[in-house]
């Protein structure tokens, strides 16, 4: 198995950092919405807390990732036609964009409302700027719409992956699992 991605598929690492992200930002946002119900109490700091550690952590790896897709080749896409190579190429800009935006955004929100941030209890990690309440409510909008978009962008995401599969019957899917074989019809 080749760690760089071939003409014909997503090499080890692409797919591996895409797995990763997408259990860990399907698990942290599913984590943020139950959190923010919890009474006030130690449980609610410390789950909080990890919350964040998670989400910093998916930030560093949405990073790692978009360098790698810089050196990385990408597989040539499936024959489409052209609004769907087009909606694609958007979906993918919309996801690279929201991996990075909503991280950044409860990072933002975070340190406008002067709360104070660790990695996993290890360091601290410094504030994005100073205590600034309006600040912090914009912030605290924007993590929660940015989330709501993802999720929207997700449904297309998913759906054409599916519709890759079992409609078009072409390796789009297959190529992108970790241990899948591809499906031999299709070169
Ligand atoms: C939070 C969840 C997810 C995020 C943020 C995400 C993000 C992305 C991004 C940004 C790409 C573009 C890669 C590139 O061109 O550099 C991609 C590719 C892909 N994703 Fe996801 N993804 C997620 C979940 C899923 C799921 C659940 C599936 C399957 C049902 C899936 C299937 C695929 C496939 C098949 C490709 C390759 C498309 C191609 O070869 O053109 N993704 N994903
Ligand atoms: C990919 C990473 C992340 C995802 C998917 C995510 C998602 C979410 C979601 C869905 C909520 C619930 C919003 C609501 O309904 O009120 C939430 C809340 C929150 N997030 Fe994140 N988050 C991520 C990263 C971060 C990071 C890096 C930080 C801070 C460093 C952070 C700080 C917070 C805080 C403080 C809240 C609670 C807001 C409140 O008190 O209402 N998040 N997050």
């Known amino acids: ?65 978009l360098a790698w897709r810089l050196v990385d080749k990408h597989p040539e896409v499936e024959p ?45 990690v410094p504030a994005m700027g100073g205590r600034d309440s309006d600040l912090a409510h914009i912030a605290l909008v924007a993590h929660q719409y940015l989330f709501w978009l993802l999720v929207a962008a997700l449904v297309l995401h998913i759906g054409a992956a599916l519709k890759h599969h079992f409609v078009d019957r072409d390796n789009t899917l297959t190529r992108m699992l970790p241990l899948a074989r591809r499906k031999p019809s299709s070169y």
């Open 80 to 124: 489409a036609p052209r609004w769907q190579l087009l909606a694609a190429r958007l979906t993918h800009v919309g996801l690279y964009g929201l991996i990075l935006a909503i991280p950044l955004s409860g990072w933002w929100f975070n340190s406008a409302s002067g709360y104070p941030l660790q990695w996993f209890k290890h360091f601290k």
């Open 1 to 65: 198995m080749s760690l760089l991605s071939t003409t014909q598929r997503w090499g080890a690492v692409a797919r591996l950092l895409h797995w990763i992200m997408a259990a860990g930002i399907i698990v942290n946002g599913a984590w943020g919405l139950w959190m923010v119900g919890i009474a006030p109490s130690m449980k609610k700091i410390n789950v909080f807390a990890l919350h964040k550690s998670i989400g910093l952590t998916l930030l560093a790896l949405a990073l790692l990732r």
